[in-house]
């Protein structure tokens, strides 16, 4: 028996070896890629007015908000490190592309970015592939917007809330299902009564379901970025380590759990609204089994839970997901004074919410309506941006 065993425990640890080599990270380039060729660069646009970059295109919400582009009047050029997966798409669309990679490629991205008015930065996770993109806007003079939901990512582009100024370019994160439709209605929340102390916001990601609806392989390798670091809360104005708390309640006579969560209306909605308390819950329909967590914390568990992402999850939900399934959003404030006020949100699917907001706001910022600095959407926008996303609802209780 205790010769099986170990027979097992060296398969297992040399499986885990395994798949730890096999998705380790492509190293940095130690030199630069080759300078874009001139006729590179005579192709992209001229006059960069109007001229809309979508950088990580090819990639399940990339495509989605590259698709309804021209809804919007908006006609992108398609950016992404991979040729092949970029190319058929541009193609297909009938939009002009660049093949751009991120790493050590800080000059590139600026010859490239100074022909565009804003970039839609769409390629997580966003811990890795900030930066360099943040770095290049500063010197091109170029509008940034992306989907990140990672509170440590937010917090570094708030940081560079001056530089930003000085180089008069807007950067406004998480314009997508995370935090548009929260941001917006913390905001209206928080008109409804005096110096509001306290906002709880809970999230029904499954109001209504749809089978087969999931995260798609980008959200869920941002959510490991984020389950392997301590878990914040806002407190007080500022971000301290949590316990997540656990709620069991009961609504419509259905038993419910809420799980908090570190979602990045802690740093996106204190901007926007002042309050110092925040705090976030899912509603959670099954358990998420405790050793994930614990997993996720060390490199090597999320590079195994990296590979099965890959390995056996979809590209993204089906299309009638995205057509049938509803979201649920409550938002509650309450002051010193014992004044309370409450809200909810009807939103249809998570990514088609985020494509139809990503492009709002790509929008305002061409007609002009954006300001210097690190902003976000309720701040910049208002309560009722979310409500031109074509589905969503809004109702005070």
């Not at 060296?10 to 001139?38: E, F, R």
């Not at 582009?157 to 008069?168: G, K, S, V």
């Not at 971000?239 to 809420?258: A, F, N, S, W, Y």
Request: proline share 8%.
């Amino acid at each position: 028996m205790r010769y099986i065993l170990a027979v097992v425990a060296v398969a297992i640890l040399g499986a885990g070896i395994g798949l730890y080599v096999v998705t380790l990270p492509d190293p940095v380039p130690v030199s630069p890629p080759a300078p874009l060729s001139d006729a590179q660069l005579e192709a992209l646009p001229a006059d960069r007015e109007g001229q809309v970059l979508i950088y990580g295109a090819y990639g399940f919400t990339g495509q989605g908000i590259s698709r309804l582009a021209e809804d919007y009047g908006i006609t992108p050029v398609l950016a992404g490190r991979n040729e092949s997966k970029l190319r058929p798409l541009a193609e297909e669309l009938g939009f002009d592309y660049v093949v751009l990679s991120l790493e050590n490629n800080h000059d590139n991205l600026v010859k490239v970015l100074s022909h565009f008015e804003i970039v839609l930065h769409i390629a997580g996770p966003y811990t890795y592939t900030a930066k360099p993109m943040l770095d290049a806007v500063v010197e091109a003079g170029t509008h940034y917007v992306d989907l990140t939901g990672e509170n440590h990512v937010i917090q570094a582009q708030l940081d560079r809330d001056e530089e930003f100024r000085r180089a008069n370019i807007m950067v406004m994160p998480a314009v997508g299902y995370d935090v548009v439709p929260t941001d917006c209605l913390n905001v209206f929340v928080a008109q409804q009564i005096d110096k509001p102390t306290h906002l709880q916001v809970i999230l029904d990601s499954s109001y209504k379901d749809v089978e087969g609806a999931q995260a798609s392989r980008g959200t869920m390798k941002s959510a490991l970025e984020m389950l392997g670091r301590p878990l914040l809360e806002r407190r007080g104005g500022k971000m301290v380590p949590m316990t997540p708390k656990v709620i069991h309640r009961q609504e419509d006579g259905r038993d419910q759990t809420l799980i908090q969560i570190p979602w990045a209306d802690m740093m996106t909605s204190y901007v926007s609204t002042g309050i110092p308390n925040i705090e976030v819950f899912q509603l959670q329909a099954g358990e998420i089994p405790g050793w994930l967590p614990r997993l996720a914390q060390s490199d090597f568990g999320r590079r195994v839970l990296a590979w099965l992402i890959d390995s056996y999850l979809p590209e993204g939900p089906p299309p009638n997901a995205q057509e049938q399934r509803q979201t649920r959003i409550t938002s509650t404030v309450r002051n010193e004074s014992g004044e309370e006020a409450t809200a909810e949100l009807i939103t249809p699917e998570a990514y088609l919410l985020t494509f139809h907001s990503t492009l709002l706001i790509a929008k305002r910022v061409l007609e002009g309506e954006w300001s210097p600095g690190f902003q976000t959407p309720g701040k910049v926008y208002g309560a009722d941006l979310v409500l031109e996303v074509p589905g969503v609802s809004r109702s005070p209780m």
